[in-house]
């Protein structure tokens, strides 16, 4: 067999493998692939999976790095994110989950992420953008207005807020998050 074909079944059988739970196998499987083929990050991500499935943080995060090194992917730059996230690391974190959207606006899991790390650090204001650009996108847009009305909440900013509460509730009148939101801003 050649090589890609190799890389192929192995990274197949990886992802089996860990979709079953069986990490022991499912490492060995993603090492064969990532031996077959070191210009694919998806071994990478895969071995990163594991270690974070057995709480191995540094080893998860060497490995997302090598992932990001071979191809510069939004899923890899959120998993050094989440890596720095749950060691404390929340500059780092928050610097990581930027450069994701930067790659792909609709990555939820770098958003979410992003938005909670702002709180941490401070920097509420600097996920505006992130959120306008998600809006953009289409993908789940109420949860993303709700989320950039409770950031304007916060940062002063009522009038807009309650323009994005009112989108929201004018299209689906039943989002509880919306209502308490809205509210909150009454009181």
């Known amino acids: 067999m050649d090589n890609q074909l190799d890389y192929e079944i192995n990274k197949e059988l990886g992802e089996c493998y860990l979709f079953m739970g069986d990490f022991d196998k499912a490492e060995e499987y ?3 692939a990532a031996a077959n083929n070191s210009q694919s990050a998806a071994p990478y991500m895969g071995l990163a ?3 974070v499935q ?4 540094d080893k998860a ?3 997302y790095q090598k992932a990001a090194a071979v191809e510069e992917t939004d899923k890899a730059l959120c ?3 989440l890596v720095y996230m749950e060691q404390g690391k929340h500059e780092d974190a928050f610097d990581y989950f930027a450069r994701a959207l930067d790659k792909t606006a609709e990555n939820m899991v770098a958003l979410n992420c992003l938005v909670r790390e ?3 650090v401070g920097c509420v204001e600097k996920v505006l953008p992130y959120l306008t650009a998600a809006l953009e996108t289409g993908v789940e847009t109420e949860a993303v207005r709700v989320t950039l009305a409770g950031c304007l909440i916060y940062l002063g900013r009522g009038d807009e807020a309650r323009e994005h509460l009112e989108s929201v509730l004018g299209a689906n009148p039943a989002n509880s998050n919306a209502k308490e939101l809205f509210a909150t801003m009454a009181a």
């Open 30 to 32: 993603y090492r064969k």
């Open 79 to 81: 998993g050094i994110g």
């Open 54 to 57: 057995r709480s191995e943080l």
């Open 49 to 51: 999976t594991v270690a």
């Open 61 to 63: 995060l060497v490995l």
């Open 118 to 120: 702002s709180y941490q």
